[in-house]
């Protein structure tokens, strides 16, 4: 779960950031940690995700797609969500941007 929620949270700000690309590395990433610490469940289902996230065009549906990783996780990843992201949806994301860069 822990490895789950910090991939997702990442992803999260990445997407929201507008940097696809780092996301997609990041999927990469977390997909060789899984495979390396033997955990081809895990590996299968970031390939899958990001072989969809990487088809998405829309930054919302991509956003949905990484909520369902974090969803997977239970309870815990939807609170986490409903505190950290669902309550941002309105924010001026121009200003994260500047903040990043």
Do not use: C, H
Not at 1 to 27: H, M, Y
Not at 57 to 70: H, K, M, N, Y
């Amino acid at each position: 779960k822990k490895t789950t929620t910090e991939f997702a949270t990442q992803a999260f700000g990445l997407n929201r950031a507008g940097k696809t690309d780092q996301v997609l590395s990041l999927f990469d990433t977390y997909i060789k940690a899984a495979t390396e610490s033997g955990r081809p469940d895990m590996a299968k289902a970031l390939t899958d995700s990001k072989s969809t996230f990487s088809v998405i065009e829309d930054p919302a549906a991509r956003e949905a797609l990484i909520g369902s990783v974090l969803a997977s996780t239970g309870k815990e990843g939807l609170d986490l969500y409903d505190k950290v992201w669902a309550s941002n949806l309105d924010l001026d994301t121009t200003v994260i941007k500047n903040i990043v860069a």
